[in-house]
């Protein structure tokens, strides 16, 4: 049985099995893309050298910042000379103002109608330095806007760029590759351009074991933005770099290491099939491995890769588990990034709605009480991943793990959630009190109980004071639901028999039901 099948079989409740196992959602795809966009879509390459450097060319002398447009216009005009010195300086000049931090005229330069001319310069094999000021005058084009780049790409950039990358000249093929990431990170349609034209088989063949760190870096950062964006590339075309970047996975370089991450984090976006692809690769022992790393610029994209891999069957989810995967992320649910904390959130939801095994693998962690903890005091986005780590137990889990969460009050986290103006927050919240009281009232019928367990925990927890007020909440869902509850498990006959109440086992309010959770012992000291 699968796990889709199992989810389906095993719901008691309003949620779904597609809501149960969680895909990332468009919210996310906008927190990425505001988390990383501006810095790792484009880069500008920056001129350090004195802005104020003179340099001459014959009948006009400039500085590397123009005082105004004439001075621009020389420079344009002068790119255009039949003398390859007056050429070149040119060129160089046009480029240092490119590439200088503020506000380049990168809009003026196109207008000037210096793209041909500088695309024309790529063709200089006999001239490997023109080549290279060209390329990187035209990089720095492709840094600007949309409309910018678009028009650097109808003049035939890419085609350039690509035979380039046979260059002789490592500095040349280094910044070609480096104009090439800027333009594949545009947009999806520039990027599928860019794929079209089969940049990606070249790309790979750059690396050799002489390969230098920098050119490294920027190959893997190009492979990145080759595999990311919405609506996604073809698979077949990106997936060829799975064995490099499985390679680069072990580099001790930081940013080759985070760029690679952030590859197999879109790669793995997807159906089982490119799930197992990346498992096939070998690498779930090191993403886990990484989920520890000292930098959250890597921390991030390993854990959205598990957090993905976690998201497939449960033969997938068991080879994180077999990896150690719990022991990592546990940590990771008080990292001081507000991001990864809800991403690790995400990644146990995904892991609870597996198997009743998987999800005792969970309780048997530890991290409930953490994850309890998220839901008491986090922000609304880490609450909401957390309720859905316990509300997919309490729908596929068995009647003793129900009970485990009961004794790590989970019951008033989720009381807590019902005031929230969050729909979707209420709604997997009563579906989850829903699921809870289902199981006490087996625990009544097993165990010959006078009434439901569970019940009078809503009530002393506010739950039942919340629930008859949601039955006027302008939600149809979720006042049909609180109905359903109300009129199920809290009708009261009679008075209460305080003999019924479960009993407190220990100083802390918790309640014993005499279900076995096989289960260690909470221990306060073990993500410290």
């Known amino acids: 049985m699968d796990r889709i099948e199992?989810?389906?079989?095993?719901?008691?409740?309003?949620?779904?099995?597609?809501?149960?196992r969680r895909k990332r959602d468009e919210t996310n795809v906008r927190l990425r893309k505001q988390a990383r966009e501006e810095e790792f879509k484009k880069r500008r390459q920056f001129d350090f050298e004195d802005e104020e450097q003179t340099m001459t060319i014959p009948t006009l002398t400039f500085t590397s910042a123009p005082k105004n447009n004439d001075d621009l216009v020389s420079i344009v005009k002068a790119i255009y000379s039949t003398d390859p010195v007056v050429e070149?300086?040119?060129?160089?000049?046009?480029?240092?103002?490119?590439?200088?931090?503020?506000?380049?005229?990168?809009?003026?330069?196109?207008?000037?109608?210096?793209?041909?001319?500088?695309?024309?310069?790529?063709?200089?094999?006999?001239?490997?330095?023109?080549?290279?000021?060209?390329?990187?005058?035209?990089?720095?084009?492709?840094?600007?806007?949309?409309?910018?780049?678009?028009?650097?790409?109808?003049?035939?950039i890419v085609q350039c760029f690509i035979r380039l990358l046979s260059s002789p000249r490592n500095d040349v093929r280094e910044q070609v590759v480096w104009g090439l990431g800027n333009i594949s990170g545009d947009s999806p349609e520039l990027r599928d351009f860019v794929i079209n034209h089969g940049v990606m088989s070249h790309l790979l063949q750059q690396f050799t074991a002489s390969t230098s760190l920098s050119m490294t870096r920027n190959i893997t950062w190009v492979v990145s933005n080759l595999c990311r964006g919405k609506p996604a590339?073809?698979?077949?075309?990106?997936?060829?770099?799975?064995?490099?970047?499985?390679?680069?996975?072990?580099?001790?370089?930081?940013?080759?290491?985070?760029?690679?991450?952030?590859?197999?984090?879109?790669?793995?976006d997807g159906d089982t099939h490119k799930i197992?692809?990346?498992?096939?690769?070998?690498?779930?022992?090191?993403?886990?491995?990484?989920?520890?790393?000292?930098?959250?610029?890597?921390?991030?994209?390993?854990?959205?890769?598990?957090?993905?891999l976690a998201t497939g069957d449960q033969n997938q989810t068991q080879a994180l588990l077999d990896a150690g995967v719990l022991t990592a992320?546990?940590?990771?649910?008080?990292?001081?990034?507000?991001m990864i904390r809800k991403e690790a959130c995400w990644t146990l939801s995904n892991i609870t709605a597996?198997?009743?095994?998987?999800?005792?693998?969970?309780?048997?962690?530890?991290?409930?009480?953490?994850?309890?903890?998220?839901?008491?005091?986090?922000?609304?986005?880490?609450?909401?991943?957390?309720?859905?780590?316990?509300?997919?137990?309490?729908?596929g889990g068995s009647i003793d793990q129900t009970s485990y969460l009961v004794n790590e009050r989970v019951i008033p986290a989720f009381c807590s959630l019902l005031s929230s103006?969050?729909?979707?927050?209420?709604?997997?919240?009563?579906?989850?009190?829903?699921?809870?009281?289902?199981?006490?009232?087996?625990?009544?019928?097993?165990?010959s109980l006078?009434?439901?367990?569970?019940?009078?925990?809503?009530?002393?927890?506010?739950?039942?004071?919340?629930?008859?007020?949601?039955?006027?909440?302008?939600?149809?869902?979720?006042?049909?639901?609180?109905?359903?509850?109300?009129?199920?498990?809290?009708?009261?006959?009679?008075?209460?028999?305080?003999?019924?109440?479960?009993?407190?086992?220990?100083?802390?309010?918790?309640f014993q039901f005499g279900f076995n959770t096989n289960t260690t012992s909470f221990n306060p000291n073990t993500f410290s």
């Open 6 to 20: 199992q989810r389906t079989k095993a719901l008691t409740s309003g949620m779904s099995a597609a809501e149960a």
């Open 88 to 156: 070149l300086e040119a060129t160089t000049q046009l480029r240092k103002i490119l590439s200088r931090e503020n506000n380049p005229p990168i809009k003026q330069v196109i207008e000037l109608q210096a793209v041909p001319k500088l695309i024309s310069m790529l063709q200089k094999d006999d001239s490997p330095k023109l080549q290279f000021e060209a390329a990187w005058a035209l990089t720095n084009l492709a840094s600007g806007s949309s409309e910018d780049t678009k028009t650097v790409v109808d003049a035939g």
């Open 233 to 268: 590339p073809n698979y077949e075309a990106v997936k060829i770099a799975l064995p490099t970047l499985t390679h680069l996975l072990f580099s001790n370089d930081i940013d080759v290491l985070a760029d690679a991450c952030w590859a197999f984090s879109y790669l793995s």
């Open 276 to 308: 197992q692809n990346i498992i096939d690769c070998h690498v779930v022992q090191r993403l886990v491995e990484l989920l520890s790393h000292v930098s959250p610029a890597v921390q991030a994209p390993s854990l959205r890769t598990i957090g993905n």
């Open 329 to 338: 992320v546990g940590p990771l649910l008080g990292h001081p990034k507000k």
């Open 354 to 395: 597996g198997t009743e095994s998987q999800i005792q693998s969970v309780i048997s962690s530890n991290i409930i009480r953490h994850v309890i903890g998220s839901i008491q005091s986090g922000e609304i986005e880490i609450k909401k991943e957390a309720a859905w780590v316990l509300a997919n137990i309490t729908t």
């Open 421 to 447: 103006t969050d729909v979707s927050l209420v709604k997997v919240s009563l579906d989850s009190i829903g699921n809870i009281l289902d199981a006490g009232s087996k625990l009544e019928q097993y165990k």
């Open 450 to 510: 006078d009434s439901n367990p569970f019940t009078e925990l809503v009530e002393a927890a506010g739950g039942l004071d919340e629930i008859e007020k949601l039955q006027n909440h302008s939600n149809k869902l979720i006042y049909e639901k609180a109905r359903m509850i109300l009129e199920r498990y809290c009708e009261v006959d009679g008075d209460e028999d305080v003999n019924l109440a479960p009993t407190i086992v220990n100083n802390v309010g918790q």
